[in-house]
């Protein structure tokens, strides 16, 4: 299993000297990457730069894995993505993992890019196209909906190539991933639904003539984390309230919280669907009972998916 954890909060107003012994603890609470959000504005203006946090994160420890999830793919043109990717392929070989989505939680984020939110999906297809022929090595020519794009190479060729994790709740999601993803991230969602989000990823792979994938599913919930119930309950509402602006009830149901076993207990029944990759997004009293939180998920979910792969 891949397990990661987003930065805890208070991460970027530390020393250089103490993130370092965060993220030193984190690889030895036995968390595998951390990951990071990517937003241009987000609703007020928020937002961080998924790869400029990515590249900075990954030179703290050697053993740490990073990823984006998500990057919001469709605000930018393939090419320079591609050049970042082969960039990250040096500076972390082997420690990258590229999530990608269309974003539109803020539809003015998405217009003032320039890009009509109504083809995002559609341009985000293009772009992982030609991300992936780059990838390869390849020399990439396109005359398409969104892109001219004439004789492009990337060099050095990204090898091993770097995962490419698609997000999204929406069917059209699931076939994005079935044609350009190596895996698929989920949020807001009931394992039900992720079972059969992974069969209809199948068939898109099929119809792509992709039949060899070696998945890379994962699964990235909000967590609530305290000594009672209701305690962590108050604690992960909080914050998501702040955050999406919207009452935590429509979360809530998708949203983990509780002492670090109760939590790993709800999150079984997708590692038994066929999640490999767990990412946790941790809301805890402080940023080390984040780290230490993350780390007791981890090892309750390996140690009973050790015990269901034996039985």
Partial sequence: MNIGMATPAGFWRQSVEERRRTVAAVVANGIDHLFIADHVSFRDGAGTDGFVEMAALSQLDPAIGVMTSIYLL???????????????????????????????????????????????GRLTNESLGVIRGLMR??????????????KARIRPTIDP??????????????????YYGDGWVATWCSARRYTEALQLIDVSADEAG??????????????????????????????????????????????????????????????????????????????????????????????????????
């Fill in 161 to 178: 190539p770097i995962p490419i994790i698609v997000g999204g709740r929406s069917n059209a999601a699931l076939r994005r991933t079935g």
């Fill in 74 to 120: 469709p605000l930018r043109h393939p090419l320079p993505v591609a050049r970042q990717l082969a960039t990250m392929q040096d500076v972390a070989p082997g420690r990258v993992i590229f999530g990608v989505g269309i974003g539109g939680e803020d539809r003015h984020e998405v217009e003032i890019c320039g890009v009509d939110p109504a083809t995002r």
């Fill in 137 to 150: 090595g390849d020399e990439v020519s396109l005359d398409g909906e969104f892109f001219q794009i004439d």
């Fill in 210 to 311: 992709r039949a060899s994938v070696d998945w890379l599913h994962g699964y990235q919930p909000w967590i609530g984390i305290g000594d009672t119930k209701e305690e962590a309950r108050e604690r992960v509402s909080r914050a998501m309230e702040a955050f999406y602006k919207v009452p935590f009830e429509k979360f809530e149901r998708y949203t983990p919280y509780g002492r670090p076993d109760e939590v790993a207990s709800e999150l079984m029944p997708y590692v038994d669907a066929g999640a490999t990759l767990v990412n946790l997004k941790i809301v805890a009293p402080s940023d080390e009972e984040n780290v230490a939180a993350a780390g007791e998920i981890a090892a309750h979910l390996r140690q009973w998916n050790a015990a269901a792969a034996k039985s």
